[in-house]
């Protein structure tokens, strides 16, 4: 069975340093697809990346980049010169291959506290 | 711009009352979903629907049921709430063949 592991539960860092939040996926399929979610204190899931198992190049989205590695089967998240309004629940997914639907697996969360 | 809303931010009922949380996706997906978030222990998928009147169990169903009666309307019953159900309760929705969900906004439930 899929399992998405995020070890890090809270994270308090102090603005404009560079922070990094790690997930580890267990799978056995061949095709996946990784996501990570933000979740601000309001509430509501954003989306910010979804990247595809055989794609292993590196992504880069202004003050975000993600590192995806298959050979340990990691896809962590830096966040460069961290600002307060990073302050979030950050959650990381993995597909779910199971009955051909599209669910998503999540880890537990990282909690950021980013502080001024 | 892609729109998924709950009807309640906020809520409180009484042990014991039937619960109806209702969730409405504007973007013609096919795939709804349910989830409790709970500190500790992520999202926990509670009732997944992927066709008008077709559902799925996920990991916790026990004490919910859902209702889909129209693709755009995913409803979540707690046909008689209890104090453990007291939780933050996220719906989603995606495209078939499309992994990626669309969250709204959440209905943090508090049952007293």
């Known amino acids: 069975a899929q399992k998405v592991t995020q070890a890090q539960t809270e994270i308090s860092v102090v603005e404009k340093e560079d922070v990094t939040l790690d997930c580890v996926y267990e799978?056995?399929?061949?095709?996946?697809?990784l996501f990570w979610y933000k979740q601000p204190p309001s509430g509501e899931l954003v989306f910010l990346i979804r990247?595809?198992?055989?794609?292993?190049q590196n992504e880069i989205s202004g003050r975000y980049s993600w590192n995806f590695q298959k050979s340990t089967s990691s896809f962590n998240f830096t966040i460069t010169a961290s600002q307060v309004v990073d302050s979030a629940v950050y959650f990381c997914?993995?597909?779910?291959?199971?009955?051909?639907?599209?669910?998503?697996?999540f880890g537990k969360g990282t909690k950021l506290t980013v502080n001024p | 711009d892609v729109k998924v809303t709950q009807s309640s931010r906020y809520l409180v009922k009484r042990t014991g009352e039937k619960v109806f949380l209702e969730c409405v996706q504007d973007?013609?997906?096919?795939?709804m979903f349910w989830y409790r978030q709970d500190p500790g222990l992520g999202l926990r998928l509670i009732y997944f629907?992927?066709?008008?009147?077709?559902?799925e169990k996920g990991d916790i169903p026990e004490g919910y049921s859902v209702s889909r009666e129209k693709k755009e309307r995913f409803s979540l019953i707690l046909e008689s709430a209890s104090t453990n159900q007291t939780s933050m309760y996220l719906c989603?929705?995606?495209?078939?063949?499309?992994?990626?969900?669309?969250f709204g906004p959440g209905t943090r439930l508090t049952v007293t």
């Open positions: 997914a993995l597909s779910e291959s199971q009955g051909g639907s599209e669910k998503l697996v």
């Open positions: 799978t056995r399929d061949t095709t996946y697809y």
């Open positions: 990247r595809n198992s055989f794609d292993e």
């Open positions: 973007m013609d997906h096919e795939n």
């Open positions: 629907s992927y066709d008008v009147k077709m559902k």
């Open positions: 989603a929705s995606n495209r078939v063949a499309s992994y990626e969900q669309y």
